[in-house]
């Protein structure tokens, strides 16, 4: 092997690896973990190509590459991930959150034009990107944000205040809504969806990786849509919304539940990639 002492050496190294072991972004994972090993930003190998590598940033690139291949997360290697602009911190207690998810944030930005000073519930808030962004981008807003483990949640705790949203996020142990007892304007949940039959055929980074907790739920994946859709009618005031991320192949199975319990102006949203990805509706309008 030719001996490695530049950036853009130890780059090539890695891509070769990672594309070899078939991992499909081998080119951005390969920039991402050189420049956390480097501390340098993700584009920098094509700045400073000729930048010397010591030979213990050497070591670590090459042992991230090895835990890369076998199928961990860059992410999670990293312990970083980006949401809506926003850094967050993220370990194996939580998902990695996804771009799809951002258009939830989105439509519950929409809707809170209208109401900013609304009080914001997220039930299973994982790392709390849900929750941490709607904080950030509606400042007048207060948020509550619930998850049953107590790992999620100390995960969640570290990136509101990475973010400086501490003071307007306050987080609950709780399984859904047992732990509460206020009235929110709004919810919105992210809860696991995968049907159980689906979870051996999730990519290894996800089934061996992620929580399984976080990711899988029963009735086809349904179970969690039709418990917080029945409970949050007592914990909505008038007029307040429910908004739900859902499955690729869920959405109108959600919007009929919805629907069964009696939400109106009930709206499907697609996320970028043209898959209905968000279910929205109100209580009593
Ligand atoms: N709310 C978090 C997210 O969107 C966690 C979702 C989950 O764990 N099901 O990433």
Redesign the pocket.
Same mark, same amino acid.
């Given at each position: 092997m030719e001996e490695i002492k530049t950036a853009a050496q130890l780059y090539r190294y890695m891509k070769n690896q990672l594309k070899a072991s078939g991992i499909e972004d081998f080119d951005l994972e390969s920039r991402i973990l050189l420049s956390y090993v480097l501390k340098e930003e993700p584009f920098f190998v094509y700045m400073k190509p000729e930048k010397p590598v010591s030979e213990e940033d050497v070591q670590k690139a090459m042992a991230l590459t090895e835990k890369r291949k076998e199928g961990v997360p860059s992410r999670y290697l990293t312990r970083k991930a980006y949401?809506m602009d926003f850094e967050f911190y993220v370990d194996e207690n939580?998902?990695?959150?996804?771009q799809d998810?951002e258009v #939830?944030v989105q439509k519950a930005l929409d809707f809170l034009k209208d109401n900013p000073k609304a009080k914001v519930l997220?039930?299973?808030?994982?790392?709390?990107?849900?929750?941490v962004s709607i904080a950030l981008l509606n400042p007048a807003c207060t948020v509550d944000a619930t998850?049953i483990s107590k790992e999620?949640l100390a995960v969640a705790r570290k990136n509101a205040v990475l973010n400086g949203a501490e003071k307007r996020v306050r987080f609950i142990e709780s399984d859904l809504f047992s732990g509460l007892s206020d009235k929110y304007d709004m919810i919105v949940?992210?809860?696991?969806?995968i049907k159980p039959s689906e979870f051996l055929t999730l990519q290894k980074e996800v089934r061996c990786h992620e929580?399984v907790?976080? #990711?899988v739920a029963d009735e086809e994946g349904l179970a969690f849509y039709r418990r917080i859709a029945k409970e949050a009618k007592s914990f909505l005031n008038d007029g307040g919304f429910l908004l739900f991320?859902t499955g690729y192949d869920q959405a109108r199975s959600v919007y009929r539940i919805m629907e069964e319990e009696g939400f109106t102006f009930l709206e499907i949203t697609k996320d970028y990639n043209g898959i209905e990805r968000v279910v929205s509706g109100r209580m009593n309008e």
């Open positions: 949401f939580v998902l990695i959150p996804r998810t #939830l997220d039930i299973g808030t994982g790392s709390g990107c849900i929750a998850d999620a949940s992210n809860p696991p969806y929580p907790l976080a #990711l991320e």
